[in-house]
């Protein structure tokens, strides 16, 4: 049963609460791994698992968000996943090692993965048309500051408090959104909600295989028969769900949605450059820490300047589509990134800091550019009957890229970091990584060639 009662007025601020949550704790990690490692007895250059493990769940569970929503209403599965989210804070800031930080991410993702789209489900049932918009606006502002306070609340507690306080800051995050959410949000059902578990199943399976084979191939060469074996599951299970869509009444994704050419091609699009994009902000504070020698605190400093490009790109990115088009846009673009990519390579030891700051800076320009005309092309041919199921496959698809990307670039280091390699000097392993990390998303240049010059032009402003 709906409410019937008026949404409030301050039901924006739940969703923007439960987003600075998401992407505090997605951000704060990065710049705290070469300490955890150290506390844990491991090699920071193995610590790759602890961030794959909450993008990956969160990426398996989002499209279960809106059945779950529907099936026990939006209220309770908010709390719960709020619940679920502190529990699993908890256990990670009680780890003892590497193994029990992973499975305690794993849960921290399971709530992470539902309370950022329950209240944004919430909002879009409750709201009219008109108020919807300054709303979801509002209610997105901290999506903005959360990357900028991660890597600098991190590296600030691990060098002057301790790692395990990157965990229990979410804990008060937590009580005051469920405090927040008793009286504000709105208890809204679906209409006999259906999900589709098979496909959930073999989806889970496909993108769970190649994470895993891309995660232990580097550990040892005895690794590689078992992860070519967990690749063919994957390939397996891909076909399995083709099949399964074609015949399912209500596939969780259904096929017909790459038959819409610029949906499949920014689909593809955005699953490759992101994977060079996705493993930046996991190896530039490893490479400031564990190669140059920088504190925690400086490597946050350090992440700052590429999300504050993409925050003051934002009011010019529609000007600059409007003006270029989607073709001509992405193309340059997706070229100009892959070039800063490898450009980080080059600064050597004792580079002034400026100049590493003008450099993310632009690179962050670049990003924000390069996700809005993405993400707005990939939808802009969609019947409003594949709206929802677009929409959930796009946000997967992205956070299934940023798993991919940290363990290819993970995979990478490890690789160049063979004494055959680089010879035991860590730097020359990074600036190899770099090089690779961006020449993929350069590459993934080729792809976007495919569209046509009049593509995405009903969103353009002529």
């Known amino acids: 049963m709906n409410t019937t009662n008026p949404p409030s007025r301050w039901l924006p601020l739940l969703m923007a609460i439960s987003i600075f949550m998401q992407m505090l704790d997605a951000t704060i990690l990065n710049t705290a791994l070469p300490t955890i490692a150290a506390d844990l007895h491991v090699s920071p250059l193995n610590m790759q698992s602890a961030v794959i493990s909450y993008a990956l769940t969160v990426a398996l569970l989002i499209p279960a968000s809106g059945y779950l929503a529907d099936r026990f209403g939006t209220k309770k599965t908010f709390i719960i996943a709020l619940v679920v989210f502190m529990l699993g804070s908890l256990l990670c800031a009680f780890a003892t090692n590497l193994p029990m930080l992973v499975g305690a991410r794993i849960i921290q993702g399971m709530g992470g993965a539902i309370i950022m789209p329950v209240p944004r489900l919430a909002m879009l049932k409750v709201y009219e048309k008109a108020q919807l918009i300054n709303a979801i606006n509002y209610a997105l502002m901290p999506a903005l500051i959360g990357p900028i306070l991660g890597p600098l609340v991190g ?39 259906r999900f589709d578990l098979r496909g959930f199943l073999l989806i889970a399976t496909t993108a769970t295989g190649l994470t895993l084979a891309l995660e232990i191939a580097p550990h040892s060469a005895a690794n590689l028969p078992w992860a070519g074996a967990l690749a063919a599951l994957s390939l397996m299970s891909a076909y399995a769900y083709l099949r399964h869509a074609r015949r399912s009444d209500h596939p969780l994704f259904p096929l017909n949605l790459i038959l819409v050419r610029t949906f499949r091609i920014g689909l593809t699009g955005n699953l490759v450059s992101r994977l060079g994009i996705g493993a930046m902000p996991y190896l530039l504070p490893l490479f400031y820490q564990v190669a140059f020698g920088y504190s925690a605190s400086l490597s946050g400093w350090l992440m700052t300047p590429t999300v504050v490009g993409a925050i003051v790109a934002k009011p010019f990115v529609k000007g600059v589509i409007d003006r270029y088009g989607y073709r001509r846009t992405i193309l340059a673009n997706t070229c100009l990134l892959g070039l800063l990519m490898m450009a980080v390579a080059l600064p050597p030891q004792g580079t002034p800091i400026w100049a590493w700051v ?7 320009l ?9 993400n707005t092309l990939s939808i802009a041919d969609l019947r409003p009957d594949q709206n929802s199921s677009g929409n959930s496959l796009l946000s997967a698809n992205q956070q299934l890229s940023t798993s991919f990307g940290i363990a290819i670039g993970a995979l990478l280091l490890k690789t160049f970091s063979l004494d055959d390699i680089s010879h035991g000097d860590l730097h020359t392993a990074f600036r190899y990584a770099f090089v690779a990390v961006g020449g993929i998303t350069f590459a993934s240049a080729l792809i976007f060639t495919r569209l046509h010059q009049n593509d995405g032009a009903a969103l353009l402003t002529r």
């Open 155 to 193: 590296g600030y507690l691990v060098q002057y408090a301790s790692w395990h306080w990157i965990f229990l800051i979410n804990i008060p995050f937590g009580i005051i959104g469920i405090l927040c959410a008793i009286p504000i949000m709105p208890d809204v059902y679906g209409d006999k909600p």
């Open 358 to 364: 003008v450099l993310l800076f632009i690179t962050g």
């Open 366 to 374: 670049g990003n924000s550019l390069q996700f809005t005309a993405m």
